[in-house]
């Protein structure tokens, strides 16, 4: 199947008020230039000198997400040009990135990643974690950043109940955190979960941005 036709078949299932994030991660220019020829725009990376490189050499209307574990030591190479930074999971983080936003004074926008799975490997705050990070005032006085709502992965599995759990856990969490802490805050909007195997349940339980890799690009050669 091409790409195009992969992104027809996808976006048929996409309300159009969900932001579809093409996560073009280890696929070459060629393959993003046919998704863009396409009409997507938004590009999903998870690694920094990768996405540094693709912006370069690709056209300047593209909004590069940033969807990886990203390393306080690399921030300042995405700061200047990253749309949405979707994987903050510690506070350390999120003052680095405020911190080098306001070098060059930047806001940057970013999504907290809530750990959602039953695995033990996957990165991300707690609810309580998350709570506690909000309650307090210090996190107000990071003025370069600019947080949009939460990010959370599933657990890889087949149970597809399980899968809904997950998702409705975080969008339960979305909904308590912006009545408590974000209830005049209209850049707080977005619950960024769904893949290409779970996206149509993520869609189900509230989603608002997907991230679709393989099955638009197919299986990616690491
Ligand atoms: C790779 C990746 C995706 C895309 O996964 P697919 O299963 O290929 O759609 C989505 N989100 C994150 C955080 C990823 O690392």
Not at 137 to 160: D, P, R, V, Y
Not at 184 to 193: A, C, G, L, R, V
Request: hydrophobic fraction near 35%.
């Amino acid at each position: 199947m091409s790409i195009q036709k992969n992104i027809q078949n996808i976006r048929q299932h996409i309300p159009t008020d969900v932001k579809l994030v093409c996560v073009s991660k280890f696929n070459p220019n060629e393959a993003i230039e046919e998704a863009y020829s396409c009409g997507e725009r938004i590009f999903g990376e998870s690694k920094v000198q990768e996405m540094c490189g693709k912006y370069e050499s690709l056209p300047k209307d593209i909004s590069w997400h940033f969807i990886g574990h990203l390393q306080t030591n690399k921030i300042k190479y995405i700061v200047p040009f990253v749309s949405l930074i979707h994987g903050v999971d510690s506070y350390k983080l999120l003052i680095e990135i405020d911190k080098q936003a306001t070098k060059i004074n930047k806001k940057v926008n970013c999504l907290l990643q809530v750990h959602i799975a039953r695995e033990e490997t996957k990165f991300g705050f707690s609810e309580d974690e998350l709570i506690d990070i909000l309650s307090g005032n210090e996190w107000k006085e990071l003025k370069h950043i600019q947080i949009c709502g939460l990010m959370g992965m599933a657990t890889f599995s087949e149970n597809q109940d399980q899968i809904r759990d997950e998702f409705r856990t975080l969008k339960y969490l979305f909904d308590k955190l912006k009545s408590d802490f974000f209830v005049n805050d209209k850049s707080f909007k977005e619950i960024s979960m769904g893949m290409s195997d779970d996206f149509k349940l993520a869609i189900d339980e509230g989603s608002t941005m997907v991230r679709i890799g393989s099955s638009i690009f197919g299986h990616r050669l690491y």
